[in-house]
Each structure stands twice: as C-alpha cells, then as structure tokens.
C-alpha cells in the first residue's frame, strides 16, 4: 500500500488549501482514513477522520474550517482547510487503516502512512 500526499504550500493568514493523498495497492473494503498533522517539538495530532460510510470525526482544531473527503472511487482523500492560521502550519500526513475509525485510538490505529506535505501559514 503505497499514500501519497500533495497540495501542501506556503499561504498567508486566512488562506485556503486543499491536500490530496492517493492510495494505491489497498484492498480491503472495511477502512479508516486520516489527515494527521505534525509540527517540531509537538506529538503527532489527528486532524479528521472518514470512514466507508462518509462518516467524518473532527479535531477542535479543525471544526468549521477543515473538511475531509473521499472520492468516489475511494482512492483519493482530501482536506479542504479554509481560514488558515500560522498555528496551523506544519507537515500533513495521510493515514489509513483497515479498522473501523475509533475516536481516540490515535496514531496507533493505522497501519500506513504518506511522507506527508508541508502547509506553512504566515501571518
């Protein structure tokens, strides 16, 4: 299974950027899918999660700014953000599972993970 991110970039306060992650090799019909972002001295943060049904789980931080999506053919994720902030800057990173998503799991639900892109916002 091979995840592969893209869209990130450099934005002013206020922006909007969308990410994307491919997914290729992935056969099972039961998934979690997620956008985790990390930043330098801080833990891994889950941002959204979608599942098979379209079911969506947002962090705080996320709420009303960020949404998750997946193409129809589910081998694309998307993260749509809006409202952009500098705290929001880091590297994202997609994540896939082949559980049920679980609110709380974190990071260790997933079985693979992109290289991640960098979002930079500045003020």
């Known amino acids: 299974v091979q995840l592969v991110e893209s869209g990130g970039g450099s934005v002013q306060a206020g922006g909007s950027l969308r990410l994307s992650c491919v997914a290729s090799?992935?056969?099972?019909?039961?998934?979690?899918w997620a956008w985790f972002r990390q930043t330098p001295g801080k833990e891994r943060e889950e941002v959204a999660s979608i599942d098979g049904d379209g079911t969506t789980v947002y962090a705080d931080v996320a709420k009303g700014r960020f949404t998750i999506s997946k193409s129809s053919d589910r081998d694309t994720l998307y993260l749509q953000m809006t409202s952009l902030k500098p705290e929001d800057s880091g590297t994202y990173l997609c994540?896939?599972?082949?559980?049920?998503?679980?609110?709380?799991?974190?990071?260790?639900?997933?079985?693979?993970w992109g290289q991640g892109t960098q979002v930079t916002v500045s003020s």
């Open positions: 994540a896939l599972s082949h559980k049920y998503c679980d609110v709380g799991a974190g990071q260790g639900l997933y079985n693979y």
């Open positions: 090799g992935y056969r099972y019909s039961r998934f979690c």
